[in-house]
């Protein structure tokens, strides 16, 4: 089993930085693929970001103001979120997949993010 643990949600400003976190715990696949999900009130679940060895992935909406990154040695992963906006609030997920064949999928609890005046 693997643990997913995030921090760094909360109220900010439009224009405003965050910094979310995710630790993964447990017995994790060495090859694998981290990434952050977002679920906004009234909308299905999206990806914001994803990184593995080879690659990052941004959905459109958040790129040039969204950077993933992650620290292999503490097994965690960053979303530094800038110039946020109002629609850029919603519950944002960590996710752990692993890339092999029928590789699982981890979830952290979901951490929330609210942009408003």
């Known amino acids: 089993q693997v643990q997913l643990v995030e921090s760094g949600g909360g109220l900010v400003q439009p224009g405003g930085s965050l910094r979310l976190s995710c630790a993964a715990s447990?017995?994790?696949?060495?090859?694998?693929?981290m990434g952050w999900y977002r679920r906004a009130p009234g909308k299905q679940r999206e990806l914001v970001a994803s990184i593995n060895s080879y690659s990052t992935k941004y959905a459109d909406s958040v790129k040039g103001r969204f950077t993933i990154s992650r620290d292999n040695a503490k097994n965690t992963v960053y979303l530094q979120m800038n110039s946020l906006k109002p629609e850029d609030t919603a519950v944002y997920f960590c996710?752990?997949?692993?890339?092999?064949?029928?590789?699982?999928?981890?979830w952290g609890q979901g951490t929330q993010v609210t942009v408003s005046s």
């Open positions: 996710n752990l997949h692993e890339d092999r064949p029928r590789g699982y999928d981890y």
């Open positions: 447990g017995s994790i696949f060495a090859i694998n693929t």
